[in-house]
């Protein structure tokens, strides 16, 4: 819960249940980089994604047409994109300041009143993130907070979420909880009491339906590190 009702550089913040419900369309925008290798990388990581939450995804060119554009960019341009996505004025809040200053890479997404996700951004800075050897982790960590679990916590691990362990690919946990995100029984807007009480009976289902204790093998099927040959 800490992971998907928190919110990364917002200490104490609690907010609404968070995912999305129309179907994702993903514009790959590599301008600093192999660009062949950051597509690949990306449709692997998002479909597998896909696969495991149930969410239709697919892959546009046109930037009108797309709902979530992951780019490659230079550090030196990661303000100004976040400032063109979310405002200068949110930009300059010390969260947003902060997240740009520590952080190797960012996700912003925008909310509906249904508190679905209407919209995201995924910025890598490519030159500074190979520098950093974190290219594959901000590919796999991002796109999976896109989906509905921004914030990173020291009580999940191993995870990509962990504060406390340096995770590159999806661990069995992560798996789970994505699974758990999407069940039907949650929804959009959701607080952490309507969460807490839809919870037992979401894992009951999972236990029946062998997710919870196949994890370890289902996480790697179609995954990013399996592509990777790992």
Not at 37 to 50: D, E, G, I, N
Request: glycine content about 6%; charged content about 20%.
């Amino acid at each position: 819960m800490e992971v998907a009702l928190k919110r990364e550089y917002q200490p104490g913040s609690s907010a609404s249940l968070v995912r999305w419900q129309a179907p994702i369309k993903v514009r790959v925008d590599s301008q600093l980089g192999n660009s062949r290798m950051q597509r690949q990388m990306s449709k692997v990581q998002f479909r597998h994604l896909a696969a495991i939450t149930g969410q239709p995804l697919s892959f546009v060119s046109s930037a009108k047409e797309a709902n979530l554009r992951i780019a490659f960019i230079a550090r030196d341009h990661m303000t100004r994109e976040a400032a063109a996505y979310v405002g200068k004025q949110q930009a300059a809040t010390p969260g947003m300041r902060k997240a740009l200053r520590e952080g190797v890479c960012l996700t912003l997404f925008k909310t509906g009143p249904d508190h679905a996700i209407t919209s995201g951004l995924i910025l890598i800075p490519a030159d500074y993130a190979r520098q950093k050897a974190r290219l594959v982790d901000c590919v796999v960590e991002e796109s999976a907070q896109l989906m509905g679990l921004p914030n990173d916590s020291d009580r999940v691990f191993p995870s990509v979420f962990s504060d406390v362990t340096v995770d590159t690919w999806l661990s069995p946990l992560d798996y789970v909880l994505l699974k758990m995100l999407y069940a039907p029984e949650l929804s959009p807007g959701m607080s952490a009491a309507q969460v807490r009480a839809a919870l037992p009976a979401v894992i009951q289902r999972l236990a029946e339906q062998g997710e919870l204790s196949h994890a370890i093998r289902r996480v790697r099927q179609g995954s990013l590190r399996e592509w990777a040959g790992d």
